[in-house]
């Protein structure tokens, strides 16, 4: 496929979402980002940074569209992660292909479930690709369900928060975050762990 071709696909499909978000409002949201975290190649790289736009725009309420944004993730990574659980690794990269999702990136998940535990459910939220896909091993990993739904939500939450905010603060502009999203997974992933950090270390100064 040329270059040229690649991007025409590339814009129609994101015309496609954003045309979806802006018609059918916040069940839209939800849709599309309940997709994403059920394994589906739905960027929210696209869907919350337009929402965030329209809230600019006053269309949108900013924090519903966090919290939409949010349990939509949630939803969706009930589902990947019931697909883990009752369906196994087999069944999953049997048909994985049907969504994309290629045995090396599974790989990649499970690796990073196993080296950080329930912890990973939480940080994964901020992370390219991985965060898609680590419902799957946390469900074959049999991760007790309520830990799971509670790292799950909160870990939606600051990648949410940061996409709908670029985009209310980038207005029409907010397209530029496609070009820099691996940065940002990584700004958040960052400025997470530090706020973490710094919790634990006031509190134990305290004790």
Do not use: C
């Not at 129609?12 to 059918?24: E, Q, S």
């Not at 196994?88 to 045995?103: A, M, N, Q």
């Not at 499970?110 to 950080?116: G, H, L, Q, T």
């Amino acid at each position: 496929m040329a270059f040229a071709e690649l991007n025409a696909l590339i814009l129609f499909f994101v015309n496609f979402l954003t045309d979806l978000v802006a018609a059918i409002g916040y069940p839209g949201i939800f849709v599309l980002m309940a997709m994403e975290s059920a394994t589906l190649p739905v960027p929210s790289e696209v869907v919350v940074p337009f929402a965030g736009y329209l809230a600019l725009q006053g269309v949108f309420d900013f924090w519903a569209v966090v919290i939409v944004s949010s349990l939509a993730n949630l939803a969706g990574s009930l589902v990947a992660y019931a697909v883990g659980f009752y369906l196994g690794r087999g069944f999953i990269l049997k048909y994985g292909k049907y969504v994309l999702l290629k045995e090396r990136v599974l790989a990649i998940a499970e690796e990073w479930f196993k080296k950080y535990g329930d912890r990973a459910v939480f940080f994964s939220r901020m992370l390219p690709v991985i965060r898609t896909f680590i419902s799957l091993p946390a469900g074959v990993g049999k991760m007790h369900l309520p830990k799971f739904i509670f790292y799950t939500f909160i870990g939606s939450l600051p990648w949410n928060f940061t996409l709908a905010y670029l985009g209310f603060w980038l207005g029409d502009k907010w397209m530029v975050i496609l070009d820099y999203s691996h940065w940002i997974s990584f700004a958040v992933v960052v400025a997470v762990a530090t706020i973490i950090i710094l919790h634990f270390v006031r509190k134990r100064k305290s004790l």
